[in-house]
C-alpha cells in the first residue's frame, strides 16, 4: 500500500460468535499483542459483545465496531439496532453491505446506502464491503458490478463525509471457504473501486481512502496481500477470532 497516502487498517469481524465473557477473554488476550501497533486496529464484534468490548479495551488503541445499523433512528423495527444506538453506548465503527447480509437477509445496494446515511449522520466511520460471487467473476461482470455497488452505497455521500468511509473488497466466493483471490485478484479489484472513487470525486480522495481485503485473509497470506499497492489493510473473519493469528497480521500491517 501508500502508507504516505493513506491509513492502513486491520478489523477484525467476529459475525455470530462470542459470548460477552469470551468477549472480555479474548481481547484481553490480544491487546498486549498489538498494543504497539503501526496501522489502525478495528474489532467488530455482535451487539450483545458491545459493552464488553468497550470496557475491556477503555484505554488501548483498539476501536470497537458493530456489524450492521439499520437506517431509520427509531420505530417498529424488531429485532433491530440504530446508528444512534451505536453512538450513543460509544462504538465508533460499523460494517454495512457485508455479503452475508445482503445474502441471507435480502440487504440491497439501496439499503446499504440508506444505512451508510444512517452511520455518517451519528459520526460512526463505516467500513463498507463489496463484492461478487464466483458467478459473476465467472461471467466477466466484476469490474462493472464492483464499480455500481461503490457508486449505488455512496450516493449523497459528500467529499468530507468520504473520509469517515473505508471500502473492503470482498469476494463472496473467497469468504469463510479458504478460497483467496490471489494478491494481483485481490489488488486488481481494489484499483477498480479506487478509480470509481475518482470517477465520483477526486483523484486526491482516491488517494486518500482505505480500501481492505477482506477474502480470508490470514496470517500465511497477508503479507503478500497488503504488499500490493491498492491493498491498505484486511477484514478478517476467521483469524480475528484467534489472538496470535491477528496479531500476526497486525504486526505484517505494520511493516508493510
Given at each position: 500500500m501508500e502508507q504516505p497516502l493513506r491509513k492502513t487498517v486491520i478489523a477484525g469481524n467476529w459475525k455470530m460468535n462470542q459470548t460477552p465473557?469470551?468477549?472480555?477473554?479474548?481481547?484481553?488476550?490480544?491487546?498486549?499483542?498489538?498494543?504497539?501497533a503501526y496501522c489502525d486496529v478495528v474489532v467488530c464484534v455482535p451487539y450483545i459483545d458491545l459493552h464488553a468490548a468497550l470496557q475491556a479495551t477503555?484505554?488501548?488503541?483498539?476501536c470497537i465496531g458493530a456489524e450492521n445499523c439499520h437506517w431509520e433512528q427509531s420505530g417498529?423495527?424488531?429485532?433491530?439496532?440504530?446508528?444512534?444506538?451505536?453512538?450513543?453506548?460509544?462504538v465508533e465503527y460499523v460494517i454495512l453491505g457485508h455479503s452475508e447480509r445482503r445474502t441471507h437477509f435480502g440487504e440491497t445496494d439501496v439499503t446499504v446506502q440508506k444505512r451508510i446515511r444512517a452511520a455518517l449522520n451519528e459520526k460512526l466511520k463505516i467500513i463498507l464491503c463489496v463484492g461478487?460471487?464466483?458467478?459473476?467473476?465467472?461471467?466477466?461482470?466484476?469490474?462493472?458490478?464492483?464499480?455500481?455497488?461503490?457508486?449505488i452505497?455512496?450516493?449523497?455521500v459528500s467529499e468530507d463525509e468520504l473520509k469517515q468511509i473505508i471500502i473492503a473488497y470482498e469476494p463472496v466466493w473467497a469468504i469463510g471457504t479458504g478460497k483467496t483471490a490471489t494478491a494481483e485478484q485481490a489488488n486488481a479489484v481494489c484499483a477498480v473501486i479506487r478509480?470509481?472513487?475518482?470517477?465520483?470525486?477526486?483523484?486526491?480522495?482516491?488517494?486518500a481512502?482505505?480500501?481492505?481485503?477482506?477474502?480470508?485473509?490470514?496470517?500465511?497470506n497477508a503479507e503478500e496481500l497488503l504488499a500490493q499497492s491498492d491493498v491498505d489493510g484486511g477484514l478478517i473473519g476467521g483469524a480475528s477470532l484467534k489472538a496470535p493469528d491477528f496479531a500476526a497480521i497486525v504486526g505484517i500491517a505494520s511493516k508493510t
Amino acid at each position: 500500500m501508500e502508507q504516505p497516502l493513506r491509513k492502513t487498517v486491520i478489523a477484525g469481524n467476529w459475525k455470530m460468535n462470542q459470548t460477552p465473557a469470551e468477549t472480555t477473554q479474548l481481547l484481553e488476550e490480544m491487546k498486549p499483542l498489538v498494543k504497539n501497533a503501526y496501522c489502525d486496529v478495528v474489532v467488530c464484534v455482535p451487539y450483545i459483545d458491545l459493552h464488553a468490548a468497550l470496557q475491556a479495551t477503555a484505554n488501548t488503541s483498539i476501536c470497537i465496531g458493530a456489524e450492521n445499523c439499520h437506517w431509520e433512528q427509531s420505530g417498529a423495527f424488531t429485532g433491530e439496532i440504530s446508528a444512534a444506538m451505536l453512538s450513543a453506548i460509544g462504538v465508533e465503527y460499523v460494517i454495512l453491505g457485508h455479503s452475508e447480509r445482503r445474502t441471507h437477509f435480502g440487504e440491497t445496494d439501496v439499503t446499504v446506502q440508506k444505512r451508510i446515511r444512517a452511520a455518517l449522520n451519528e459520526k460512526l466511520k463505516i467500513i463498507l464491503c463489496v463484492g461478487e460471487s464466483l458467478e459473476q467473476r465467472e461471467q466477466g461482470i466484476t469490474v462493472e458490478l464492483i464499480a455500481m455497488q461503490v457508486k449505488i452505497a455512496l450516493g449523497g455521500v459528500s467529499e468530507d463525509e468520504l473520509k469517515q468511509i473505508i471500502i473492503a473488497y470482498e469476494p463472496v466466493w473467497a469468504i469463510g471457504t479458504g478460497k483467496t483471490a490471489t494478491a494481483e485478484q485481490a489488488n486488481a479489484v481494489c484499483a477498480v473501486i479506487r478509480q470509481t472513487i475518482t470517477d465520483l470525486y477526486n483523484q486526491n480522495c482516491a488517494n486518500a481512502i482505505t480500501i481492505q481485503y477482506g477474502g480470508s485473509m490470514n496470517a500465511k497470506n497477508a503479507e503478500e496481500l497488503l504488499a500490493q499497492s491498492d491493498v491498505d489493510g484486511g477484514l478478517i473473519g476467521g483469524a480475528s477470532l484467534k489472538a496470535p493469528d491477528f496479531a500476526a497480521i497486525v504486526g505484517i500491517a505494520s511493516k508493510t
